[in-house]
């Protein structure tokens, strides 16, 4: 079987929700750092990989996939996983709490938008008040979307929308942004914190002066 590459950068929260797929699925998968910072995303190599000049990009079965939730689609569809609800009604639902946060959350919360404001006031300080506005109303409305009881997103199952909900507590946190008075949020991400796959994909675990990440089976 050809190798399975991960291109993401250690604190991307689309790419943290192919890190904990990818554990997941039990594949045996090797990490390669793009460095967001530094500017690698526009070099003609990652280029060549993803026009957009983003992360993730997962190099699988001879194929090169973009775009997180794509992959994990792919992911699903060629048998390495089961999140996706096989009633039509919660698998729109899964799909609908999972754009919440990839499509309406993330964009406005990441990297290039942050810096964007920034320079648009001339006054760092805003970047932090971008996010806070941004990201608290955001997880509340999430919040009415998930499941009464769980533990995890819409009930006792793993679904994919928890993949994407735990990565951007990690974003909201760097911002002052506590889920405190969110306690489905809450629960979620405890139940999640419990799981190996989710433990392992953590930004903390990638910061970088880290050993270098080898993803594993499990």
Known sequence: MAEVVLHDYWRSTASWRVRIALNLSGLAWQRRAVDL????????AHLALNPQGLVPVLEIDGLQLT?????LD???ATGRLALVPPDPGQAARARAVALSVACDIHPVCNLRVADHVARLTGREETRADWMRATLLPGLAAVERMLDPHGPFCLGPDLTQPDLCLIPQLYNAARWGVAPDDLPRITRVAAACAGLDAFRNASAEELRPGADPYLGAPG
């Open 37 to 44: 910072r530094a500017g690698d995303q526009h070099r003609q």
């Open 74 to 76: 792919y992911l699903e």
């Open 67 to 71: 775009q997180s939730l794509a992959i």
